[in-house]
């Protein structure tokens, strides 16, 4: 019997192109769904002739399966990941190897490699990011959990994953427990920034310029040929171009409601539990479920009618500061992230190669894009750096984009045009670089009402005060904490 490389577990759309992509680099694939009659399909349709073997059973799977056996399960996040991981553990040994490729929640994969190596086998939770395309043709892959596996899975992942121009490939081992759901995760959390800040620029050039589908996709083919060059610019280029059966722009027959499957929610949620500022992501977030209001905002569009002014000034002009303002603004957007990151290793006691973590996002991923790699030679400059603001290459963009950034979000403002990841991203900036906020004043509120301490500019930090605002309160203050 011709024994597989590794086993696969769930024929969806995800699964049948990996399948497909490990056969084609040499390796031999086992594949097994819950719906057997899905297995026989599949071998009969894309995989007939292939060096794949189907199986009716998971004890069929772990038969043809070299040992130690490698089974990656590319099934619905959640409760499904858990039930198949019992079954596995109940057929395979001591030292095979489980791995999760779909889009779990860190804390599950935490979890989850902890209860598996107990039980005597290793366990990997990979985030695999480029959808069906880059499933078939090299996605980037995020793989964390049970060290001892990498080098067996290893040859496989970096062969069937996509490769930056000199031959590099973007996979590569990102830490312990969760740490690559944990990536993927902030991978995705990213992606909503993307896709919100392109919409916005969007909305922009059709709402204040009044351009037309055609138009805009050929400003977003120039954008794409100087550095805001990206998967998602390119195909927001190829989207607006692209028309329906009678001629018009597909786009405008689109319902302006956007869905989500929960990703960028545990970003920002994350964010809040290590206490930073995600607020760009956040925005893309709640953007989605306002576009999701769609009744509710055509009787609120009634109430509230307004008309766009005529736009008089450099149409030229203002297209390029919407530029200068989509870059400076995806800039925010990945600086929060790795600041999410850098905050998350710590808790965790995760080592990340912030660096490597760009790498593994120039190809194959739906984020891929020239910028990374500017990434990465900021993190090469500097591995401890705790803000892409603070470095050189991107304060001297964010400079040279500031005033164009400024006058983007106040034409937006005057006109009535929602922005807000835009307008969220030059906040956090104007927040970040701000060397007196008013939290001074909210320190005050919080001592004056609750006796929360604050801390005095002419003494050391760390040491709390306490002030009888009233005259009739106490000297007793609430013990200090920090959420």
């Known amino acids: 019997m011709m024994k597989a490389d590794i086993g696969l577990i769930g024929l969806a759309v995800m699964g049948e192109n990996l399948v497909m992509n490990m056969e084609s680099h040499g390796f031999t694939v086992a594949v097994y769904n819950r719906t057997i009659e899905k297995v026989d399909a599949f071998l009969g349709g894309r995989a007939k002739g292939k060096n794949i073997v189907g199986c009716h059973s998971l004890e069929d799977l772990r038969d043809v399966l070299k040992k130690p056996r490698k089974v990656m399960l590319m099934v619905k996040a959640g409760q499904p990941v858990d039930e198949y991981i019992e079954q596995l553990l109940a057929v395979l040994e001591p030292g095979d190897v489980i791995i999760d490729g779909g889009n779990s929640h860190f804390p599950d994969t935490t979890r989850r490699t902890a209860y598996v190596e107990r039980r005597g086998l290793l366990y990997i939770g990979t985030g695999v990011s480029g959808g069906e395309e880059g499933a078939l043709k090299g996605p980037s892959m995020m793989p964390g959990g049970s060290i001892a596996a990498w080098l067996l899975v290893k040859p496989i992942f970096q062969s069937i994953c996509a490769k930056v121009e000199d031959g590099t490939p973007c996979c590569d081992w990102v830490g312990e427990n969760g740490a690559g759901h944990f990536v993927k995760m902030v991978h995705n959390g990213i992606e909503y920034g993307d896709m919100q800040l392109i919409c916005e620029a969007y909305q922009l050039l059709r709402d204040v310029l009044g351009m037309t589908a055609n138009e805009m996709s050929e400003v977003f083919a120039d954008w794409n040929r100087g550095e805001l060059?990206?998967?998602?610019?390119?195909?927001?280029?190829?989207?607006?171009?692209?028309?329906?059966?009678?001629?018009?722009?597909?786009?405008?027959?689109?319902?302006?409601?956007?869905?989500?499957?929960?990703?960028?929610?545990?970003?920002?949620?994350?964010?809040?539990?290590?206490?930073?500022?995600?607020?760009?992501?956040?925005?893309?977030?709640?953007?989605?479920?306002?576009?999701?209001?769609?009744?509710?905002?055509?009787?609120?569009?009634?109430?509230?009618?307004?008309?766009?002014?005529?736009?008089?000034?450099?149409?030229?002009?203002?297209?390029?500061?919407?530029?200068?303002?989509?870059y400076a603004s995806k800039i925010i957007s990945y600086a929060q992230g790795y600041a999410l990151m850098r905050a998350q290793a710590k808790t965790s006691g995760w080592?990340?190669?912030?660096?490597?973590?760009?790498?593994?996002?120039?190809?194959?991923?739906?984020?891929?894009s020239v910028f990374l790699g500017k990434i990465k030679e900021a993190f090469d400059r500097d591995p401890a750096l705790a803000n892409l603001l603070l470095d050189p290459y991107f304060a001297g963009v964010v400079k040279r984009c500031v005033p164009a950034w400024r006058n983007v979000v106040s034409t937006a403002v005057l006109s009535g045009v929602p922005i807000p990841a835009m307008s969220a991203a030059l906040s956090y900036f104007d927040g970040y670089t701000c060397a007196n906020l008013p939290a001074n004043l909210l320190q005050a509120q919080r001592d004056y009402f609750g006796a929360h301490t604050y801390e005095r500019i002419d003494r050391p930090r760390g040491e709390f005060c306490h002030t009888n605002w009233t005259g009739e309160g106490g000297d007793t203050a609430a013990t200090t904490y920090h959420v």
């Open 229 to 326: 060059d990206s998967y998602l610019i390119e195909i927001t280029r190829d989207i607006l171009a692209f028309t329906d059966a009678d001629g018009s722009a597909l786009v405008d027959h689109i319902l302006d409601a956007a869905g989500q499957k929960g990703t960028g929610k545990w970003t920002v949620s994350a964010a809040l539990d290590e206490g930073v500022p995600l607020t760009l992501i956040g925005e893309a977030v709640f953007a989605r479920c306002l576009s999701a209001m769609k009744e509710e905002r055509v009787t609120a569009a009634a109430q509230f009618p307004r008309k766009a002014s005529a736009f008089f000034g450099d149409k030229a002009e203002l297209i390029d500061s919407i530029k200068q303002a989509l």
């Open 351 to 368: 080592n990340l190669n912030y660096g490597g973590v760009a790498l593994m996002w120039r190809g194959g991923c739906i984020i891929r």
